[in-house]
């Protein structure tokens, strides 16, 4: 079977059986088709198949259990200054912990009850960070970060629409002759192509990172293969919708808006445990425009007016839309475990 899904994707497979997992690499395309690949070889025959991104069973040894928790941007603290925090949770727990740089995951084996001593304090260790990479212990998933702000943007209705809308207020008195710039011209600069647009972009505004970001395109839970990954790199900003006369991304089913999500790169500071210091960095968000079929992070239906960060192997949807894009950047893609 190995050998197939490496003739088929091109990948390179290799089974760890001391560990239980399966090591998958190659080019970011082979990765994910490989990824497929194992998790329906593994439902064929029975096994419980790989959560795409998500903390769960991975690779059960004989008597043992095994639980992986994303935990990107905290592994300093995980890790603990010189290695001190990830022995002694080793030592006390009876547990293997060991951190998964490509996937920014922490893989914990042994027993169950080592597994789940392990897994609570690391769950804890995360809790103590600034909330954009946390756990919630309750569900066992990523809490991603919502600032509850829209960022000082602009959204809705413009011009005599938003005035229309607007309670009525008392005539001000009269003005005198004002020959200075009346700002028409401003407002034109929030059209494209003639359309004028319903967002603009935050004050926190930040350049495309360094992190080379892709989205993988999925419909009905199978990757397009005739279709490339979507690079959203190279602009501070992209716009998902149906009207293609604006979008970055068309979004075409009936059930999308024609001004549906934006994907926002923003500056974000967090603590560095490993330098001690603040680092601003470029992180993505995604806002739903308050698209009438909503905008879905892992099945969840997001708040319109209000920025989500986008965590590597989310997986987004637009509407009623089968059409799913994973998250992923490109040396995550590059050689990853499943």
Avoid at 122 to 151: C, F, Q, S, Y
Avoid at 155 to 178: F, I, K, Q, S
Wanted: charged share 25%; glycine share 12%.
């Amino acid at each position: 079977m190995v050998t197939q899904i490496q003739r088929e994707t091109g990948a390179r497979v290799r089974v760890d059986r001391a560990r239980g997992e399966c090591v998958v690499s190659g080019s970011a395309e082979q990765v994910v088709l490989a990824g497929i690949a194992v998790r329906d070889a593994m439902r064929a025959g029975g096994a419980p198949p790989p959560a795409f991104g998500g903390a769960g069973q991975d690779g059960v040894k004989p008597g043992g259990c095994s639980e992986t928790i994303a935990c990107a941007g905290f592994e300093g603290r995980i890790i603990g200054r010189g290695g001190e925090t990830i022995r002694r949770l080793r030592s006390e727990s009876g547990a293997r912990v060991d951190l998964d740089d490509a996937s920014g995951a922490c893989v914990v084996s042994g027993s169950a009850e080592a597994v789940a001593a392990a897994s609570a304090e690391i769950r804890a260790l995360i809790e103590k960070g600034d909330g954009g990479g946390g756990v919630n212990p309750t569900k066992g998933r990523v809490k991603r970060e919502d600032d509850g702000d829209d960022g000082g943007g602009v959204y809705g209705p413009r011009g005599d629409e938003a005035a229309a809308l607007a309670p009525e207020a008392e005539a001000p008195p009269p003005e005198a002759p004002n020959f200075g710039l009346s700002g028409a011209l401003a407002a034109e600069t929030n059209t494209v192509n003639g359309v004028a647009l319903v967002y603009t972009e935050p004050v926190d505004k930040a350049p495309p990172p360094a992190t080379k970001y892709r989205l993988y395109v999925f419909k009905d839970g199978n990757l397009l293969k005739d279709a490339e990954p979507l690079r959203v790199h190279r602009q501070s900003y992209y716009l998902f919708g149906r009207d293609r006369a604006v979008a970055d991304v068309p979004t075409d089913h009936p059930s999308c808006s024609k001004q549906h999500a934006v994907l926002q790169y923003r500056l974000r500071s967090r603590y560095d445990d490993d330098s001690g210091l603040e680092v601003t960095e470029s992180t993505p968000y995604l806002m739903d425009l308050e698209a009438t079929n909503g905008t879905f992070i892992n099945g969840e239906r997001l708040d319109p007016r209000r920025y989500y960060q986008l965590l590597q192997k989310d997986c987004v949807r637009f509407g009623a839309s089968t059409r799913e894009y994973v998250l992923l950047s490109e040396d995550a893609a590059g050689a990853g475990r499943r």
